[in-house]
């Protein structure tokens, strides 16, 4: 059996609104059956320019603002409100995460000690904020590779060897794009991940933006038959943005599942979890059973069996 944990990315999916983002927590946790519940946190004077701030979002009709910096700032939480999020988790059995795209933002959520800190692909050459985790945070720190090269990847797991948390690291494969066509999905990128980085990481993942699930069921299968045939790079994350409604204002919404998507995702991937092994003896218990009422054979038979010359 492969222990795969699914995380519900909520991001800013909320709006902006903390009941919607607690209604998330709970519906991924108590419907759905994910294992974290993650946000976003972003210090957005530090992200953007005066430039960028000023600019109008690229879509107007996803935009919380006049300004893209107005709208980013609309969907962004407090430390105090992201406290109060964890807190919602931890009522309602779920784990709390957050994705960090800023020094600022890190060390603000490293104050809340959850037992996972996210970079997203956009993050994974900020190096100063990630030798900050390295040196004031003590649990996992999950990369995702998307729109990185392969170099920028070996980069990466270096920088994690050279301070001594590479153990700690669990690494994403990624397309980034929202939503991701099927071509341009590349599952087979979990292999090459497993076989360049799985014996120098804790993990291997996968972080999906496609439709539909099929592809986590296929990744799942990839990441353990990989995992078995290297002995190494263990494959334990699935990643999918969440939403309630798809149709909701926001650039991510149309990229995420819904709380039945999610659910069924969740049941599909523990059932094919236990599912990946190989048999323990020549037949199982349940054949013995079969066998014995539905198997040829001539001592049951042989008084209607002919010799043919």
């Known amino acids: 059996m492969v222990d795969v944990k699914v995380i519900a990315e909520i991001g800013c999916n909320h709006k902006g609104d903390m009941d919607t983002a607690k ?8 419907i759905c059956g994910a294992h974290v519940a993650k946000f976003q946190k972003r210090n957005n ?11 109008p979002h690229p879509v107007p009709a996803n935009s919380y603002g006049s300004t893209y910096g107005e709208h980013r700032e609309f969907l962004e939480f407090s430390v105090d409100q992201h406290k109060e999020l964890q807190e919602e988790c931890r009522m309602v059995g779920i784990d709390y995460s957050t994705s960090v795209w800023d020094l600022t933002s890190a060390q603000e959520i490293a104050t809340l ?3 996972l800190i996210k970079l997203p692909s956009a993050t994974n050459q900020h190096f100063t904020l990630q030798e900050f985790l390295c040196k004031n945070f003590d649990g996992e720190i ?3 590779t998307g729109m990185t090269t392969r170099d920028e990847i070996e980069k990466v797991i270096s920088f994690y060897e050279k301070h001594g948390r590479a153990k700690d690291l669990v690494v994403y494969a990624c397309t ?23 014996d120098r990481v804790k993990s ?6 496609h439709l539909g699930i099929a592809a986590d069921v296929a990744a799942l299968a990839i990441g353990a038959a990989g995992y078995q045939r290297h002995g190494k790079g263990e494959f334990g994350w699935i990643e999918r943005h969440f939403t309630l409604d798809r149709t909701w204002k926001g650039t991510d919404h149309a990229a995420s599942l819904e709380a039945d998507g999610l659910r069924r995702l969740c049941r599909d991937l523990k059932n094919v979890s ?3 092994s190989y048999k323990q003896s020549d037949m199982l218990d349940v054949e013995l059973v079969q066998r014995d009422k539905l198997k040829w054979r001539e001592e049951k038979h042989g008084a209607n069996i002919r010799e043919v010359s």
């Open 23 to 30: 209604e998330l927590i709970q519906v991924a946790s108590k």
């Open 45 to 55: 004077s530090e992200l953007l320019t005066e430039a960028e701030y000023a600019t």
């Open 113 to 115: 000690k959850p037992n």
């Open 142 to 144: 999950h990369v995702s």
């Open 176 to 198: 980034s794009g929202y939503p991701v066509a099927f071509e341009d999905i590349c599952l087979m990128e979990i292999n090459r991940l497993q076989e360049n980085y799985g």
């Open 204 to 209: 291997i993942g996968f972080s999906g933006h």
């Open 274 to 276: 236990e599912s990946l």
